[in-house]
């Protein structure tokens, strides 16, 4: 019998701020919650729901799928909203992670044990990852679930990936039923002897969790490509020159001397402007990228406007403007790891290049300078020659009113060699 599908796709995702809901957020012209709609379609299954909250109900309802309200909140809240549409086996995903959908058929193959109750996955990582870890013993069993260990404690090396399977369903509701969380719930079922196993996973892995990890879902995307791939009425110029993997939607204009390097994705409609310079980057739908623009792995939504700036490792929500000569600068002086302020607590980023993080509705003055790092809320206005290097909130103006100059001794010291690894980036030709 083949599992009916959960798709968790309700999160408050409050750790995403400055950005827009997580499972609406587009890649490649489609949401995050569509291509997973498709993967799980592609992979034979025909009984899906997904889980919304009342904000991205109304859109998710016209991906002709199923859909339902999440009541109260967490993962068990999300379950127990869909306990109608369970009955046999059970499959529960969650919207924002994508991986290889040779994943599905994994799970489902060592769920066909005789024994096996729970099939959870483990994404085999050395890496630190601020999520759960699965805890299995020699006959790969899941005899413990430890959320977020501080780094340098982590029980194991399986990240934990929400791609559940459960043989009986009804058996989770009536756990969940008991219980006040999921997690909880998988831990009571471990410890009255069910059979959980885990199912390891080493290949591609993309997640949203914070901000910052838009630019590794655009990486999980623009690894995808296979061709180049040019749409219908662009419009390139004979002295723009295309490198590498770079798919054109429809009606894309590329103007004189533009250079685009791959893999890359430019959105229906966008203009390309002269003497631009575009990396490894995601361009969504009727963006203006302006005359002598660098924009660097990173990732612009739709209807964002630029002219003359720079951007390095810099996520933009949908309708940002940049006036002529802002900078969204992606490294420190002293090339150290990068840290981000999270609902009050300083995470870091695990990344050494990262820029900046802007919210819709946002316009940033001329020659403004934005610090690696920081994140503006949606619908803030920043006015011309500011340098902020503090997160600024929604709905804010940040300008002049008294010009004022700090001058301090220089703590930071530079050690020899550290730049050797950036040179080499910076000399490889393609």
């Not at 630190?128 to 006959?139: E, H, S, W």
């Not at 009425?233 to 791959?262: P, Q």
């Not at 996520?315 to 999270?342: F, H, T």
């Amino acid at each position: 019998m083949q599992p009916k599908v959960i798709i968790l796709a309700a999160g408050k995702a409050e750790r995403f701020w400055p950005l827009s809901d997580k499972a609406l957020f587009p890649f490649l012209g489609k949401s995050l919650i569509e291509h997973q709609i498709e993967r799980t379609r592609k992979a034979g299954f025909r009984e899906v729901i997904v889980v919304c909250n009342r904000d991205n109900l109304p859109i998710i309802k016209n991906f002709k799928i199923k859909t339902v309200l999440q009541k109260g909140e967490g993962q068990a809240a999300a379950i127990l909203s869909a306990k109608n549409f369970i009955q046999g086996p059970l499959l529960i995903v969650n919207a924002n992670d994508l991986f290889d959908p040779s994943l599905f058929k994994k799970v489902l193959l060592v769920g066909k044990g005789k024994e096996t109750e729970v099939c959870l996955v483990g994404y085999q990582t050395t890496n630190y990852f601020p999520g759960g870890y699965l805890v299995v013993n020699k006959k790969n069993e899941v005899k413990k679930i430890v959320e977020k260990p501080s780094q340098g404690k982590e029980p194991s090396d399986l990240v934990r990936i929400v791609v559940d399977f459960f043989r009986q369903g009804e058996k989770l509701v009536n756990y969940l039923q008991q219980e006040i969380l999921y997690e909880k719930a998988l831990a009571e079922m471990i410890k009255n002897g069910e059979v959980v196993k885990a199912v390891s996973y080493q290949k591609e892995w993309g997640f949203l969790k914070y901000p910052w990890d838009t630019l590794g879902m655009m990486d999980f995307f623009l690894r995808t490509f296979k061709k180049k791939k040019i749409g219908r009425n662009v419009k390139i110029s004979k002295t723009a020159v295309i490198l590498g993997l770079v798919m054109i939607e429809d009606g894309v204009k590329i103007f004189e001397n533009a250079k685009i390097v791959g893999p890359a994705y430019i959105g229906q409609g966008t203009i390309i402007g002269n003497n631009t310079l575009i990396r490894e980057s995601m361009i969504g739908r009727n963006c203006v990228v302006g005359f002598s623009t660098e924009i660097t792995r990173s990732y612009l939504g739709d209807d964002c406007w630029l002219h003359s700036n720079y951007l390095g490792d810099s996520v933009l929500d949908k309708n940002v403007s940049l006036g002529a000569g802002a900078v969204l600068a992606n490294l420190r002086l002293d090339e150290g790891n990068i840290y981000s302020c999270v609902k009050g607590e300083k995470i870091h980023t695990r990344r050494t290049k990262l820029g900046v993080i802007v919210g819709q509705n946002v316009r940033i003055g001329v020659n403004t300078s934005m610090m690696p790092g920081i994140k503006i809320g949606e619908n803030s206005f920043i006015g011309a020659g500011v340098v902020l290097d503090k997160d600024l909130g929604e709905g804010k103006f940040c300008g002049f009113k008294k010009k004022s100059l700090t001058i301090r001794r220089n703590r930071s010291r530079i050690k020899r060699g550290e730049r050797e690894e950036f040179k080499k980036e910076l000399t490889v030709l393609r």
